[in-house]
């Protein structure tokens, strides 16, 4: 694994990220932390295995704690809280290394989404109905429509893909102090780990720029240094 906080690695990331659609971000963060051999098979990953990956890019590069801010649902009432990320490695060693196998519901076989099928997703006029036929195949593998199924099918199939989709479902549950309601806010890994790339890599910019100005170095120089060193010559540049 590489470290996206090591600094050529997190500016790489974060250039490369930054230029694709959201639903991508997580698969180039992925590859550029070393967990998956190269973009195309990011990108092939099932959503659920994409996550556990994030997770465990997150807690190398930046820790398992994480500040989350979200609206009560009821009251609208600004919510705070302090995350501790699971490690998928101890909660489910599967979703790092091992594939997830479909499910079945009736005669139909629901797969595993992929970071591809979100992408077509995103692209497409209805967005549900597209993930609906790339994943839930008939008995003779055709694609089966929604409107063809009873709503108890329907239900069964939502409760397939939400348990396939494994560390992509995370959710946090809390009281609202306010109005007293309680409160389900879906947790997306894949997001969290790029808010912090996103965050930490313009930093580091201001950084390379501020002793780029004082000192005259271009930014290998700058990234070369170790994160004590370059803040001593931080502090310098400011005096």
Known sequence: MRVLAEPTVLLTAWEEAAAVPAAARAAVLVHR???????????????????????????????????????????????????????????????LVGAVHPDRVDDLTVHPLTIRDLLAAATGVDGRALLFSRCVRRADGT????????????????????????????????????CGDDVRVALDPDALLWDQVDAAAPALLDEVATLAR??????????ALSPARRGAYLERAAR
């Open 214 to 223: 004082a000192f005259g170095w271009d930014e290998a120089t700058v990234l």
């Open 33 to 95: 932390a070393g967990l998956a051999p190269d973009l195309d098979a990011a990108l092939d990953l099932s959503i659920g295995r994409c996550a556990a990956l994030a997770l465990a890019a997150h807690t190398a590069a930046f820790g398992r704690d994480v500040d989350v801010v979200f609206p009560c649902t009821s009251c609208g009432a600004r919510l705070e809280a302090e995350l501790h990320l699971p490690d998928p490695a101890e909660t489910d060693p599967e979703a």
């Open 143 to 178: 694609s089966a429509v929604p409107a063809d199924l009873s709503p108890a099918q329907r239900e069964a199939v939502d409760a397939a893909a939400d348990r396939l989709a494994g560390f992509a479902a995370l959710a946090l549950r809390m009281t609202c102090p306010s």
